[in-house]
């Protein structure tokens, strides 16, 4: 069964705008990752955050972590016409690994130029 | 980072056929490799971890004699596909972690059609 909830299913904004995705998962985790994966294309890595850390950011993407909720955000600033794609929270399988990977459902994001 | 690659990329097979689709680590050895199906708008899903030297482990709900793993070399990972029917189309990923499992790299994917 998938770990990660992601909330919204789809989002649709405009250039300049910021995206807010939230995720929720089950179990204890000793890290959470994001990636994106535009249409029909392979994955790519955005960030991994641990369960020690509450807010990391990387570029025009911001992370936080709330353990205690079990849940997760992902914020993209200004975002771009090329943001558009689809963005999975991942976290470890069996919670503490970085081998197995369970994929939420996904939020697919629409940025309009 | 480190590379992974898939090929083919796209194949298209009639009912029937097997199809072999391969993972290669580039430029690292990878004991562990594992397989994910992705359906149409749809997230990925585990199939099955692939351990060099050793059986394939699949996760619950996925037949093995329809989804041959071999991993018999420190860079290379393939699945076999047999008889492949129309609802087995699906877009495969793999990935694999590198020494140490600190980190893991997924594979560009392969778009399967079954016709």
């Known amino acids: 069964s998938q770990q990660g909830e992601e909330d919204p299913q789809a989002l649709s904004i405009q250039e300049g705008e910021n995206a807010t995705m939230n995720c929720s998962y089950k179990?204890?985790?000793?890290?959470l990752q994001w990636y994106r994966q535009n249409s029909g294309r392979g994955l790519v890595h955005l960030i991994l955050?641990?369960?020690?850390?509450r807010e990391k950011h990387s570029g025009r993407l911001r992370v936080t972590l709330d353990t205690s909720k079990k849940s997760s955000s992902l914020l993209i600033t200004a975002s771009r016409a090329a943001d558009t794609a689809s963005y999975f929270c991942?976290?470890?399988?069996?919670?503490?690994?970085?081998?197995?990977?369970?994929f939420g459902q996904g939020t697919i994001l629409t940025v309009h130029p | 980072g480190a590379v992974v690659s898939q090929h083919p990329s796209r194949v298209i097979c009639k009912s029937g056929t097997s199809v072999k689709i391969e993972c290669r680590s580039l430029?690292?050895?990878?004991?562990?490799m594992f397989w994910y199906r992705q359906f149409p708008k749809q997230s990925l899903m585990l199939m099955a971890t692939?351990?060099?030297?050793?059986?394939?482990?699949?996760e619950q709900g996925v037949e093995k004699d329809k989804f041959l793993i071999n991993h018999a070399s420190l860079t290379l990972s393939t699945l076999t596909v047999t008889s492949a029917h129309p609802e087995d189309s699906s877009f495969y990923i793999c990935?694999?972690?590198?020494?140490?499992?600190?980190?893991?790299?997924f594979g560009p994917g392969t778009r399967l059609t079954v016709l």
């Open positions: 990935s694999a972690l590198t020494p140490g499992a600190r980190e893991q790299f």
């Open positions: 179990t204890s985790i000793n890290n």
């Open positions: 955050i641990r369960s020690n850390e």
């Open positions: 991942v976290t470890p399988a069996g919670g503490t690994s970085y081998g197995k990977l369970t």
């Open positions: 430029d690292f050895q990878a004991t562990t």
């Open positions: 692939s351990n060099e030297g050793s059986k394939a482990t699949y």
